[in-house]
């Protein structure tokens, strides 16, 4: 078995798609009356999203993990996805020595979905 794609509940499946297409920097959003879908320009694994009546009320069960690559460019990472529309939910603390090496912040998309952006390498 093989993971083809995520998919995402939202009310407004563009904007979300277009967020993630940014974040990503993906080939682009394909939509539909009800969803869209984005992913990378070479194929592969893709992120889908689904229009739903309802707005997100309750914390993720499951969320996507990213890395910003290098401790050094995470700040930068979050404030261009903060430009994107992404706000800091909160970030996990670990010990000093640790967090010299390693940070996760908990970001949300603009319809309130957590994801994690890491920087660095677990120690």
């Given at each position: 078995?093989?993971?083809?794609c995520?998919?995402?509940?939202?009310?407004?499946?563009?904007?979300?798609?277009?967020?993630?297409?940014?974040?990503?920097?993906?080939?682009?959003?394909?939509?539909?009356?009800?969803?869209?879908?984005?992913?990378?320009?070479?194929?592969?694994?893709?992120?889908?999203?689904?229009?739903?009546?309802?707005?997100?009320?309750?914390?993720n069960?499951?969320?996507?993990?990213?890395?910003?690559?290098?401790?050094?460019?995470?700040?930068?990472?979050?404030?261009r996805?903060?430009?994107?529309?992404?706000?800091?939910a909160?970030?996990?603390?670990?010990?000093?020595?640790?967090?010299?090496?390693?940070?996760?912040?908990?970001?949300?998309?603009?319809?309130?979905?957590?994801?994690?952006?890491?920087?660095?390498?677990?120690?």
């Open positions: 078995m093989d993971i083809t995520v998919t995402i509940d939202c009310r407004d499946p563009v904007e979300v798609a277009t967020f993630w297409n940014e974040a990503l920097r993906w080939g682009g959003v394909a939509a539909g009356a009800d969803g869209a879908v984005c992913g990378p320009p070479g194929g592969g694994l893709y992120l889908e999203f689904v229009r739903v009546p309802e707005d997100k009320v309750v914390k069960r499951v969320h996507l993990g990213c890395t910003a690559g290098a401790l050094s460019d995470l700040d930068s990472e979050i404030e996805l903060r430009a994107l529309g992404a706000t800091i909160w970030e996990e603390e670990f010990s000093p020595e640790a967090a010299a090496k390693y940070r996760n912040v908990v970001l949300r998309d603009p319809e309130g979905n957590e994801f994690c952006l890491s920087g660095g390498t677990l120690p």
